[in-house]
């Protein structure tokens, strides 16, 4: 049921969202921030889909479904462009400490720059790797793996 | 294992060597050490001093896959005279190829003078001596002198028993770890914390004389390389700014610090001088290019890039000239270490459906061997001695120990430690 909301959501956004290149300036000032930023971040949540993307082992690279949520996520992060957002990259436990680090790193790289891409100003933007130190889930099973690997974007105020 | 009922039995004591050691090892003797002071009472009396130094020695010893300590046993107490002139004949008939002979003496300013001889018995010859002024408090220290000057004389290579070890010791749940930097010496004494465990610190890697150590902290919000001084306790960042900063590792005369440092998507390996400075860039690769080990002799660095796809290991010339891949097992090579005897390269190795294992290969790739068989070991570092790695193996809740095996492969040993514990850094020898 929730899903399907959300999904109205999306589509809503999608047909009234430019492409990257031809975006116009936003008519309207956007709104001071007057609401808390717990507020804020269930909203983005809730508009977004996920602030959470996830990846394939050992890798980097955006797959569609996280193309996807990043896409909803720079149509509402452009509608508030005075937060401040730090993008969180992750890795998983099987990976070596350095290299997780490193892949962590790149992820969050990649999304900050697919943000960037899709018209979200890059002084809006930090990125920072936990490696493999913060998990959101235990364990070394296939399914639980994949759940680490992940970019978590956090609006910070 | 030797069960502790074999010591007692000196003259048969060989027969109670396990299998696998009796080809290579060595019997080596350890009657008690002596003294030639009158004062014979108390707990800290040079005589009470000479008889746990030497049950430290047997203890120390007895890790070795190289010699078979017996004793020390009380009835084997002998003048201080005997020290420099032993019974050959009397260690030899016992089976013994080695026997330790030491004095432990008081000095008039309080501090004490530790001695220690190793004689061959079948040569009736000296071997190797040392000898140490100590505060009464740091006898161990002289003692794992003795240990080393004893392995060293029976197998060529350096004793590795006044080391240190840091690593990182862990504590609460598995997704938010207090993580501290923690040091001990490398029989678990000495405990002590460098960091507070108010940030996550990674990597500890101690300067060859273990005076300073590089690690990897949390503290201004993202990964970055800091040096703390042990001494003093004084930490700063090695690097002013820049990106993220990780994988620290000082070069053999500890003059200079190679590490990882992020610019964008694109991860390289740099070298800077240890006091600070500008760093200097030696990889250019697009891919991430981390973990450097310096050889022995500063002149080549190892490390690991996925610049072909997955990750490898690479070696390349200190100024990052000549960088060429060498290994080609297959599956993902990890966190190479350069022996201290430049003879081989450690690394983890993460094969497909079968885990994550440490192994060694010679610098341009060949002879490699596996050495454990683990599902999650990393983190190899190598012993003084060149003949052991110790490593870190998650066990099957996630929870790390640290764990010692030796290049003749068998069973990978726990090392104890008061907390879970992960990425140990075990130094050379001190002096």
């Known amino acids: ?157 | 294992m030797i069960a502790r009922p074999a010591f007692l039995l000196l003259g048969i004591a060989c027969l109670f060597a396990p299998a696998s050691a009796q080809e290579r090892a060595a019997v080596i003797a350890i009657p008690p050490l002596t003294t030639p002071d009158e004062k014979d009472s108390g707990a800290d009396s040079p005589r009470a001093i000479a008889w746990q130094a030497s049950q430290l020695i047997a203890s120390d010893l007895r890790t070795t896959a190289e010699l078979v300590p017996v004793g020390p046993d009380q009835k084997d107490y002998y003048s201080y005279p005997e020290v420099t002139a032993p019974t050959f004949s009397r260690w030899r008939a016992k089976g013994a190829k080695f026997v330790l002979t030491g004095f432990v003496r008081s000095r008039p300013d309080g501090r004490l003078t530790v001695g220690c001889y190793v004689y061959d018995t079948l040569k009736g010859a000296e071997v190797g001596r040392t000898g140490f002024v100590v505060a009464p408090g740091d006898w161990r220290r002289a003692a794992h002198k003795c240990s080393g000057i004893a392995y060293s004389a029976a197998t060529g290579a350096p004793g590795g028993f006044d080391t240190r070890i840091a690593y990182v010791a862990e504590s609460g749940p598995a997704n938010n770890r207090v993580k501290r930097i923690a040091v001990m010496d490398s029989d678990g004494n000495n405990q002590s914390f460098v960091t507070a465990g108010d940030t996550i610190v990674l990597t500890p890697r101690l300067s060859p004389k273990a005076e300073t150590l590089a690690f990897v902290s949390f503290v201004e919000s993202q990964a970055q390389v800091r040096i703390a001084n042990l001494a003093s306790g004084d930490q700063h960042p090695l690097i002013q700014n820049g990106g993220m900063s990780f994988a620290p590792r000082f070069s053999p005369d500890g003059k200079r610090i190679a590490f990882s440092m992020q610019a964008g998507a694109n991860i390289d390996v740099y070298v800077a001088d240890s006091n600070g400075g500008t760093p200097q860039r030696l990889t250019a690769s697009p891919g991430v290019d981390t973990d450097p080990s310096f050889a022995p002799d500063g002149s080549r660095i190892a490390f690991e890039s996925d610049r072909s796809g997955t990750q490898q290991l690479y070696v390349m010339n200190a100024d990052g000239s000549g960088q060429r891949r060498i290994s080609f097992g297959g599956g993902w090579y990890a966190a190479p270490v350069w022996s201290p005897d430049g003879e081989w390269i450690a690394f983890a190795r993460r094969i497909p459906g079968a885990g994550a294992r440490i192994g060694i290969m010679k610098p341009d790739g060949s002879g490699e061997k596996l050495l454990t068989d683990g599902s999650l070991d990393e983190g190899p570092s190598w012993a003084a001695s060149g003949r052991e790695l110790l490593f870190q193996r998650a066990g099957p809740d996630g929870r790390p120990a640290l764990y010692k095996v030796t290049l003749a492969g068998g069973e990978a040993r726990r090392v104890a430690t008061p907390q879970d514990a992960s990425d140990p850094d075990w130094s050379g020898a001190l002096d």
């Open chain 1, 1 to 157: 049921m929730r899903r399907a909301i959300l999904v109205v959501v999306l589509v809503g956004s999608a047909a009234s969202a430019q492409l990257p290149g031809l975006r116009k300036r936003e008519q309207v000032p956007p709104a001071p921030i007057a609401v808390g930023i717990d507020a804020l971040r269930g909203e983005f949540v809730a508009q977004s889909g996920s602030a959470i993307v996830y990846f394939g082992g050992d890798s980097s690279v955006l797959t569609p479904p996280a193309r996807a949520t990043l896409a909803a996520q720079a149509r509402w992060l452009m509608r508030h462009p005075d937060l401040v957002v730090r993008i969180e990259g992750h890795a998983d436990p099987s990976d070596t400490r350095d290299h997780a680090l490193a892949v962590g790193a790149r992820r969050a790289e990649e999304v900050r720059d697919y943000l960037v891409l899709l018209g979200v100003p890059a002084a809006q933007l930090t990125t920072l790797s936990w490696g493999k130190e913060r998990p959101a889930v235990m364990g070394t099973a296939p399914e639980a793996l994949a759940l680490n690997r992940r970019a978590v974007t956090i609006l910070v105020r």
